[in-house]
């Protein structure tokens, strides 16, 4: 059977983001049954038979999570939707935002409803300015139709989604970070357990889910959880968004059934490593993810498949580096994303990322020693595992498998006085203008 | 927890032990004498788990897991000093450093940095940091207290002070990463009541008190157990001195009283010590007299007083003092004691139920127990109009407050004995016209024992040094002047003018200096001795 887009089906078309042009293509059916005929309980069975597992990286089976919420409590529960995407090399819950709004509110009202909601947050990540407007309308226009408030769709039932703007940290994309953050404290992530679902934000039950994840909803409901299982690999289902950036001819996002080939996705659908060179290697799974090689790179782009490869599918953001990368320079890169974006709250992971980055930026200057390679291993095991939340672990996976898979650019730096582009223009001083 | 488990059994380095239910691995190995690493974890704060160095290996996680945020449970197999417990708690060593200065010959935190006493342990001898070190602020974050940020480490423990104690939240992280510092909101400064007790509590030497900023070093100390005497809730303290001179005052943990805490006027308040105005030499009529000359002159004054004796004690006294001036009062055929007091403080409280009590007096409650509960009411009421109407022949006046914000009527009414004898801590007009005025000791040089407004009776230690006292104490002289009534042999200690008292004294009987230990007892008819004390007269 032909795979058919589900998510991004519409986009391109003329007035895609809008209530009117979603309604017609049925949209808000399965919310709207969900509301007025299904049982919560169902529901909660229902997403758990299809298998669905969060998009946003972790890949958490959806419906265990919602069913760790306590169905019997005097607090209030939330849904806090993550749109806080600031994984380097992704951007598919920005295209849907901006192109297909409305799905994602009908997925906030079929979580909603299974799990006994009644105030939805958006957490959107402040840069998303276009997003941001979209879904303020997409918002309006549901609160105007009844879809949103009071008594939707003409039931009992009450949901009001808040839309709250984050402002520029990369940790408040971690979902306990984003919650202190949408408290209005400073987002740094928070000791597990108790975990969201038992206290999360406001110290109330808590479920978490990303927008592509909530975006999933409305199909399961439509065609059930036998026939969404079949799509893709039984464990890990579902239509998914890939975001292929870089060296590519083509980059963009695209929407295939998951665990499609790594290759056949550069190859055929982001139209091949660009001006004719060829594949040096890939980040499959959003900067944090381990580096493929390109022998490594015929692979399905799946969770359970890119476990076994040594990587993770993580937010599917596909960073494609032909061979013409230096690594040194590409890991530079991502160092300083890492250093720049820890919180500082857990001593390994604000130490460790600053480290990575000074060592890094001196073998790309040509400062470099070879014991230096060893210790960049060193520092990187010292960090995971041993942190609050996984920023650590993001900043050591890139730093110790590009080390290790790409010794060779390491060791031209070091013996070549620098890397080439270094060798090229004097670079800006490291991080925080703290070098001196 | 369910009701019947009243103990979880684990396994702490191989050995089966028990502990309560709900504690953590730290505070139950805590319970069996394992004092685990730890810089962001306060007994008296909320759980941060930041700083990670209380890592130990736990059966349960593939992974180290913190001590201070994991609760022990029934078959719970805990390794502290495992290869992965070292190894993780040495690596937070090695990160903790990388961007340290390293300035402990010139930080006033060196010997007794919690950094220091963990680097010793867990640190490398060596550091493969070769980069340049991030720099941090180095500021005033108000007027008592700066941040030298290049030595913080993050651990929050101020920030959540000022959060969860003082409800105040002056105090924030600002910045991310490595560059993370803290720092106050622009314009709002840490000026709270408290704010003193964040430099205790700052594991390293981020947080400098400005008041003992390289006055001098941990280890030339000497360290004084003591109680404060600011006001009448007796929080315990430690005092450090140099040479006999007082450097800074810190809290002592007393869970009963103070918990870890003090507040700033109990921590700075001890310059009244050097204060100008400060009596520090007898004289008589005005003229300085020598010690000597002092003590014969007091003798006489009292034994060739046949007439009508009235003496007035202050609540700065010890328990003991008061115990002498009623020893004296007994041997006086016609004599009355009366209290005084300076006036009402600012009484603060809170959100953690810590509180500043209004009364400035750490010995009220003993004044009522010892003396008399009338002593500052009726008593004081009655000895003031005989002072009036000139019917007292010898007055003994104590005045050993550190701040005598005192009654104009009483002044002039003591000005009214035939003759006066003053025993004062600073010069003032009470002390003017005096035929015999005498140093009075201050509340940090004093041994004995206070009790505070909750019937706890505890000890008080002088900063000074055997033999280095500079004029006899009160409890010297007031011995000195009951031998030469022939009333008592010697002198004795503080400690045994107690064991007197505790044998004439119904509600100090069973106790002595030496069960009060560390933390005080409450007094077992302490409610009836504070009872209602009348105010000032």
């Known amino acids: 059977m032909a795979f058919k887009k589900v998510l991004t089906r519409h986009v391109g078309k003329k007035d895609c983001h809008t209530l009117k042009f979603y309604k017609k293509q049925g949209g808000y059916a399965q919310a709207e049954d969900a509301v007025k005929n299904q049982d919560p309980d169902a529901l909660i069975d229902l997403v758990k038979a299809s298998n669905l597992r969060g998009r946003g990286g972790a890949g958490f089976p959806t419906g265990v999570k919602w069913a760790f919420v306590p169905k019997h409590t005097d607090k209030a529960k939330y849904l806090v939707v993550n749109a806080d995407e600031s994984e380097p090399g992704t951007f598919k819950d920005r295209v849907l935002m901006e192109k297909n709004p409305h799905l994602l509110l009908d997925g906030i009202i079929i979580c909603s409803k299974a799990v006994g909601i009644h105030h939805a947050y958006i957490y959107i990540r402040g840069e998303f300015v276009f997003a941001y ?3 303020l309308e997409a918002v309006e226009e549901a609160y105007s139709d009844g879809l949103l408030g009071k008594g939707i769709f003409g039931s009992n039932f009450d949901l009001d989604v808040t839309l709250h703007r984050g402002a520029g940290a990369y940790i408040c994309g971690e979902e306990t970070g984003m919650l202190t953050s949408l408290e209005g404290k400073r987002g740094e992530p928070k000791l597990k357990p108790p975990f969201p679902a038992v206290e999360g934000v406001f110290g109330c039950p808590t479920v978490v889910n990303n927008v592509e994840t909530l975006a999933n909803l ?64 890939v980040i499959p799974g959003g900067s944090s993810a381990h580096v ?69 930026h001196r073998i790309a200057s040509g400062g470099g020693r070879h014991e230096d390679l060893q210790l960049i291993q060193d520092v990187c095991d010292r960090m995971v595992g041993k942190t609050i939340c996984a920023l650590a672990d993001a900043a050591a996976f890139p730093a110790e498998s590009i080390v290790k898979k790409f010794p060779e650019d390491f060791l031209h730096a070091i013996e070549q006085g620098g890397s080439p582009a270094s060798r090229n223009r004097s670079r800006a001083a490291v991080g925080g203008g703290t070098d001196v | 927890m369910s009701e019947h488990a009243t103990t979880v059994t684990w396994t702490l380095n191989g050995k089966q032990v028990e502990s309560p239910p709900g504690l953590t691995i730290m505070e139950a190995a805590k319970l069996h004498d394992l004092e685990i690493p730890n810089f962001c974890y306060h007994p008296g704060l909320s759980i941060a ?72 342990t867990h640190g490398p001898d060596r550091s493969r940091f070769e980069e340049n070190k991030t720099i941090r602020h180095t500021k005033k974050l108000g007027s008592t207290i700066s941040i030298w940020g290049n030595r913080c480490i993050v651990c929050t423990r101020c920030v959540r002070f000022c959060d969860e104690i003082t409800g105040t939240g002056e105090l924030c992280v600002v910045e991310r990463g490595d560059r993370s510092v803290v720092d106050v909101f622009p314009g709002l400064p840490i000026e709270n009541s408290l704010a003193g007790n964040v430099i205790d509590i700052c594991p390293v030497g981020a947080l400098i008190g400005e008041d003992f900023k390289f006055e001098a070093r941990i280890w030339d100390m000497k360290k004084t157990s003591s109680v404060c005497a600011g006001c009448s809730r007796g929080c315990n303290i430690e005092v450090q001195s140099l040479d006999g001179f007082a450097k800074r005052i810190v809290a002592r943990e007393n869970p009963e009283v103070n918990e870890w805490w003090i507040c700033d006027r109990g921590r700075y308040d001890y310059r009244y010590l050097l204060a100008a105005d400060r009596v520090t030499d007898a004289s008589a009529g005005g003229e300085p007299i020598d010690s000597d000359t002092a003590d014969s002159s007091l003798n006489d004054l009292v034994s060739e007083n046949g007439g009508i004796v009235g003496i007035l004690v202050d609540p700065m006294m010890t328990c003991e003092e008061l115990h002498l001036v009623n020893r004296l009062s007994s041997t006086l055929s016609d004599c009355q004691v009366a209290a005084w007091s300076t006036a009402d403080g600012e009484a603060e409280s809170f959100p953690n139920g810590f509180t500043i009590s209004s009364d400035l007096h750490p010995n009220r409650a003993g004044v009522g127990a010892i003396i008399g509960k009338d002593a500052f009411s009726t008593v004081a009421k009655g000895l003031r109009r005989s002072l009036d109407a000139g019917d007292i022949d010898l007055l003994i006046v104590f005045a050993g407050f550190p701040h005598p914000d005192l009654e104009k009527k009483w002044i002039e009414s003591i000005g009214k004995a035939k003759v006066r004898i003053v025993f004062s801590l600073q010069s003032g007009s009470w002390c003017e016209g005096a035929d015999l005025l005498l140093p009075s000791t201050a509340p940090l040089e004093k041994e004995g024992s206070y009790l505070n407004q909750d019937g706890r009776l505890q000890r008080v230690r002088t900063l000074i040094a055997a033999g280095q006292q500079p004029f006899p104490s009160e409890l010297v002289r007031l011995q000195a002047l009951l031998t030469h009534l022939g009333e008592r042999p010697r002198s004795v200690s503080s400690s045994g003018v107690f064991r007197e008292l505790a044998s004439s004294v119904e509600a100090f009987s069973d106790q002595s200096h030496s069960t009060l230990g560390e933390s005080g007892c409450v007094l077992s008819s302490g409610k009836s001795a504070v009872g209602s004390m009348g105010g000032d007269a």
């Open chain 1, 292 to 360: 493929l090689h390109a022998d490594e790179c015929d692979v399905a782009m799946d969770i359970e498949s890119l476990d076994e490869a040594g990587s993770m599918l993580g937010s599917a953001g596909i960073i494609v580096m032909d061979d013409s990368t230096c690594m040194v320079d590409a890991l530079l890169n991502i160092m300083r994303f890492y250093h720049h974006e820890s919180c500082g709250q857990c001593t390994p992971c604000r130490e460790g990322t600053g480290w990575l980055e000074k060592l890094v």
């Open chain 1, 218 to 281: 409305p199909y399961i409901l439509e065609i059930g959880a036998d026939a969404y299982k079949k799509i893709g690999p039984e464990k890990c289902p579902g239509p998914k968004l890939f975001c292929v950036s870089g060296h590519v001819e083509n980059p963009g996002t695209f929407e295939l059934p998951m665990g499609v080939n790594l290759l056949e996705l550069i190859n055929k659908h982001a139209g091949g490593v660009w001006k004719g060179r060829s594949l040096k290697a």
């Open chain 2, 49 to 120: 788990g930041n700083c990670r160095i209380c890592f130990v290996e736990s059966n349960r996680s593939p992974k180290p897991v913190i001590s201070c945020s994991e609760r022990i449970a029934e078959g719970l197999e805990i390794q502290t000093h495992s290869e992965m417990a070292l190894e993780a708690r040495n690596s937070v060593m090695e990160f903790q450093l990388i961007n340290h200065p390293l300035d402990c010959p010139v930080c006033d935190k060196a010997g007794e940095c919690v950094l220091q006493d963990h680097s010793y």
């Open chain 1, 133 to 135: 407007r979209r879904l």
